[in-house]
């Protein structure tokens, strides 16, 4: 529990560090500080996303969800509460991130307009790389459950496009 604790603060240091200093660079240009807000929440995104598309193939495949659908629970639910339960775990490690960043932002600009800007991005920046992993998790899910030929076809698909079979034997013969 302390290591994640300690883990967590170091998050929070090294997210406030890369604040300030981005944060001095607009003061000394006389720039915005929305761009800052902006990048530190697209890396927010970008690291939930990362994070997201290894944890997500568990909601649709595993032993446990295997266990929970011969209980009288809609199968539904069961995703639902994994979904949930993923989703307020990528919040913290986001929360983590973004508030250093918007305190330090509502400092330097002596302005309350980020904390204002950061509050729905505190909540947004978890859910949508991780709609798009579901996604892509339950795509995959799909796909792994077609026989080997067929997953083969698909992806041998996109390099075959505008490449006929013996196209080579016409321009090799001109």
Same mark, same amino acid.
């Given at each position: 529990?302390? %290591?994640?604790?300690?883990?967590?603060?170091?998050?929070? =240091?090294?997210?406030?560090? +890369?604040?300030?200093?981005?944060?001095?660079?607009?003061?000394?240009?006389?720039?915005?500080?929305?761009?800052?807000?902006?990048?530190?929440?697209?890396?927010?995104?970008?690291?939930?996303?990362?994070?997201?598309?290894?944890? =997500?193939?568990?909601?649709?495949?595993?032993?446990?969800?295997?266990?929970?659908?011969?209980?009288? +629970?809609?199968?539904?639910? +069961?995703?639902? #509460?994994?979904?949930?339960?993923?989703?307020?775990?990528?919040?913290?490690?986001?929360?983590?991130?973004? %508030?250093?960043?918007?305190? =330090?932002? #509502?400092?330097?600009?002596?302005?309350?307009?980020?904390?204002?800007?950061?509050? !729905?991005?505190?909540?947004?920046?978890? #859910?949508? !790389?991780?709609?798009?992993? +579901?996604?892509?998790?339950?795509?995959?899910?799909?796909?792994?459950?077609?026989?080997?030929? =067929?997953?083969?076809?698909?992806?041998?698909?996109?390099?075959?496009?505008?490449? !006929?079979?013996? #196209?080579?034997?016409?321009?090799?013969?001109?």
């Amino acid at each position: 529990m302390s %290591v994640m604790l300690l883990f967590g603060l170091l998050i929070m =240091v090294v997210s406030g560090f +890369i604040t300030i200093s981005f944060a001095e660079i607009c003061k000394m240009n006389n720039l915005s500080y929305e761009p800052v807000l902006i990048m530190i929440s697209g890396l927010a995104s970008m690291i939930t996303f990362t994070t997201s598309v290894f944890k =997500v193939k568990s909601i649709f495949v595993g032993k446990d969800l295997e266990m929970l659908k011969s209980m009288p +629970i809609k199968k539904s639910s +069961i995703i639902g #509460a994994k979904i949930t339960n993923l989703y307020i775990v990528e919040l913290i490690f986001s929360l983590l991130i973004l %508030v250093p960043c918007i305190g =330090v932002l #509502a400092y330097f600009s002596k302005d309350l307009k980020y904390v204002w800007y950061g509050i !729905p991005l505190m909540f947004l920046s978890p #859910a949508v !790389p991780l709609i798009i992993s +579901i996604f892509i998790s339950y795509s995959l899910t799909d796909i792994l459950h077609l026989p080997k030929p =067929v997953i083969l076809l698909i992806m041998a698909a996109p390099f075959s496009v505008g490449n !006929p079979p013996y #196209a080579h034997r016409n321009a090799l013969s001109n």
